[in-house]
């Protein structure tokens, strides 16, 4: 079988994009039964960090790790859901704030008892290991 690479950091790049399914996947599962995305997810974590403060939807969207995110959608189904609720800035008219209720703070608190031990996906790697891992994600992406 001819090799499927063209060298080495070609290799990198496939097993990056497999690693980063694979993790995506893993999440995905276990939001499943909150009927939850992992998009929808990180928003509700970020919103649940400033609780019972709000943020704006510029500013959720600037802290979303994912480049791409229709921050507008999103939004919309998460507040259909319940879970987020809209208010105007009482000194910037202009601006929607972006508020858990009581409520969905718990159902994320609940939710994140799912992920307390999200770092076993990577258990079999030393701490070594992952200390030279993370050095080089680090470098790869502060070029």
């Known amino acids: 079988m001819e ?14 994009h497999k690693t ?3 993790i995506f996947n893993h999440f ?7 009927d939850l995305s992992v998009q929808q997810y990180k928003a509700l974590r970020l919103l649940s960090d400033v609780f ?11 802290k979303m790790t994912d480049m791409n995110s229709d921050m507008t959608r999103l939004i919309d189904r998460l507040v259909a859901k ?5 208010e105007v800035d ?11 209720t009581n409520e969905s703070d718990q159902f994320v608190r609940k939710v994140a008892t799912e992920f307390s031990d999200f770092e076993s996906i990577v258990s ?5 290991e992952v200390n030279v891992m993370n050095k080089l994600l680090e470098k790869i992406r502060n070029r």
Do not use: C
Request: hydrophobic content about 30%; aromatic content about 8%.
């Open 3 to 16: 090799n499927q690479f063209r060298n080495e950091y070609h290799r990198l790049i496939v097993n990056l």
């Open 20 to 22: 980063d399914g694979y």
């Open 28 to 34: 995905q599962q276990k939001l499943a039964p909150f």
């Open 52 to 62: 019972p403060n709000s943020l704006s939807a510029g500013e959720l969207k600037e």
């Open 82 to 86: 319940n879970l987020v609720v809209r």
């Open 90 to 100: 009482p000194t910037n008219r202009r601006r929607v704030n972006l508020r858990l």
């Open 124 to 128: 079999q790697l030393t701490e070594e």
